[in-house]
């Protein structure tokens, strides 16, 4: 009989024993300890963690930009400390932000980088010819990079990194700052490298719902795995555990406020129009003593999913660390019924032209005092550009904006004093420390003497940041740098909050702090509006506005968004990032 010959192929990627530490200041930080981990040949990992965690030096060390201090680090065979240009040619390493030349076109960036890999003029123009089909971006080779939405330079960076077809692919967060629709094609793209080409694809995400699509799941936490297993092993883990909640006469935002802190609870987020919760492991949760019976409240269990894991393996792991509290901003503050309240924010047929581009197109619409309002749209679509004019950055071409009861073409410092801004992208100075950005920033809104050294005590305890007074900000994890960049936005008291992709790449358990703030801030009276890529968040909402090439595509609650996603031969969705895919794709804007 002849015998069956075993397949041979080195492991795509196998750390043994690896450890990392850097120097900071004085420190010493170890970003990874003792890590063992191998890559299954032609599936997809992903690396998952709180922020600080070491996903990115794993990542760097396993495409060779890193060496290990202690430890080994194979690539199909070859050491990495030694292989060099060999390494090159296997791997392909897209970091957060890619190296796109935003002057040059489409087609001049992936000719820029196939000169960089050496390939032929002939081998080139297959290459950009299938690039340029499983990206779809075929209408846009003479489009600057610079004018491209961020879904698209998303797309173009992971065309660049695939013109040398590693066998490894390396991906830091690739869908960071993207739509859903965009990152919906982002997958496409990565399902395709493996089924066509075998690749194997290493990633980190902070989306839990990416991780489920992958083969395997790893989870970092303090430079050390904490589990490792397929999707289904993490829902073992928190199998029984999981319930879905909802009460008519309670909603979902006061329901999930009475389920917060309850003893055999270690989580509760907002799912629609119920709450989800998890419970610990073996407790049985006694509804009856949280609800009585005039509030209705229905209790369903339902499958359990990673991110239950995800946030049980870490709860139960940082269990000395104190939970989020409510921000005490306004002590005689209280929530305001929203439907009664007057409109602070007024947009009333408003235009914007930069040059020949009409990037917001007669705009209306109001937000109510101490309401949340969630703008949502596609990359593009001119979110960001609606929110710099309603901050007084912008001025609008044509229409009218009022803010606080003041007209921003005539009172526009006066309006960008009482409210506060949290931008996408940390826009804090990053060679300052946290306390001197807290200083530089409470004497910019005008505190002065002991009303300053208040507030700065506040942020500093509010926002746990004392143990960082004296770190350079850009050297904070990322949650940490949200947490500065929203004490400063409300150093000065602001009865409207402006808060636009705040959650942008965080973890789920920086994101449950973040909307436990929000929401204790929106209790407090405080006018809320923002922006966000991540549809679960839109649910927090007291209503959307989805936008589309600079105008409305739908207004509502989340349930009437929902809703108007209905077509005659699909039910209304059951997600809002169901529904804001499915109404893109009925206006056309999926295949545009």
Not at 237 to 262: E, F, H, I, N, T
């Amino acid at each position: 009989m002849n015998a069956v010959k075993a397949d041979v192929t080195p492991a795509p990627l196998i750390f043994t024993s690896v450890s990392k530490r850097f120097t900071a200041g004085n420190r010493v930080v170890s970003a990874l300890q003792d890590i063992s981990l191998s890559l299954p040949l032609g599936q997809v990992t992903a690396l998952v963690g709180p922020d600080g965690a070491g996903k990115t030096t794993l990542l760097r060390l396993a495409a060779g930009l890193l060496l290990p201090d202690s430890g080994s680090i194979a690539t199909f065979g070859l050491n990495t400390a030694v292989a060099g240009e060999q390494l090159h040619r296997l791997i392909g390493y897209m970091p957060q932000r890619f190296g796109l030349y935003e002057d040059l076109s489409v087609l001049e960036n992936l000719n820029l980088y196939a000169d960089l890999y050496g390939i032929s003029r002939q081998d080139r123009q297959l290459r950009f010819a299938e690039l340029m089909r499983m990206t779809n971006l075929q209408k846009f080779n003479q489009r600057l990079a610079g004018q491209l939405s961020g879904g698209m330079k998303q797309k173009l960076g992971l065309a660049c990194t695939l013109l040398n077809r590693p066998r490894l692919l390396v991906l830091d967060e690739p869908s960071v700052g993207v739509d859903p629709l965009s990152r919906r094609e982002l997958w496409q793209i990565i399902a395709l490298l493996v089924q066509e080409f075998g690749t194997t694809v290493l990633l980190s995400t902070a989306y839990m719902d990416e991780a489920e699509r992958c083969q395997q799941v790893v989870l970092l936490d303090r430079g050390q795995i904490l589990h490792q297993d397929a999707p289904a092993g993490f829902h073992r883990l928190a199998d029984a555990c999981s319930y879905q909640l909802s009460s008519p006469v309670l909603g979902k935002r006061m329901l999930q406020q009475r389920l917060q802190g309850q003893p055999d609870l270690i989580d509760s987020v907002v799912q629609g129009d119920a709450v989800r919760a998890v419970a610990r492991p073996g407790s049985r949760p006694d509804w009856t003593v949280i609800f009585d019976d005039t509030e209705q409240v229905w209790v369903t269990p339902v499958p359990p999913r990673l991110e239950d894991a995800f946030i049980m393996l870490l709860l139960a792991r940082h269990a000395s660390q104190p939970q989020i509290e409510a921000v005490h901003f306004l002590p005689n503050g209280s929530r305001h019924l929203v439907g009664q309240q007057p409109a602070v924010i007024e947009v009333d047929q408003v235009d914007r032209w930069f040059g020949n581009f009409q990037a917001v197109k007669k705009l209306s619409f109001d937000v109510r005092h101490g309401e949340i309002f969630g703008l949502l749209g596609a990359n593009g679509a001119g979110k960001t550009t609606t929110f710099r004019m309603l901050c007084g950055l912008l001025p609008a071409s044509n229409g009218r904006l009022r803010v606080a009861g003041l007209d921003l073409r005539k009172a526009a410092a006066q309006a960008r004093a009482r409210l506060g801004y949290m931008s996408q992208k940390f826009s804090l100075y990053g060679q300052l420390s946290v306390k001197q950005n807290l200083e530089f920033f409470s004497h910019a809104y005008g505190l002065r003497n002991k009303r300053r050294l208040e507030r700065i005590a506040w942020a500093f305890q509010e926002f746990d940041l004392t143990d960082f007074a004296d770190s350079n900000s850009v050297d904070l994890p990322l949650g940490y740098k949200q947490r500065l960049a929203l004490a400063c936005a409300l150093m000065h008291e602001p009865e409207i909050l402006f808060l636009d992709e705040p959650t942008s790449g965080i973890d789920p358990l920086a994101r449950r702090e973040f909307w436990t703030r929000i929401n204790s801030l929106a209790a407090q009276g405080v006018t809320i509006l923002v922006t966000t890529h991540f549809m679960e968040e839109a649910e927090y909402c007291d209503r959307l506005l989805i936008m589309r090439e600079g105008d409305i595509l739908a207004a509502g609650t989340p349930a009437q968004i929902r809703s108007s996603s209905q077509t005659a031969d699909q039910a209304p969705a059951g997600t809002m990032e169901e529904a804001f895919i499915r109404l893109l794709e009925i206006t056309g804007e999926a295949n545009g």
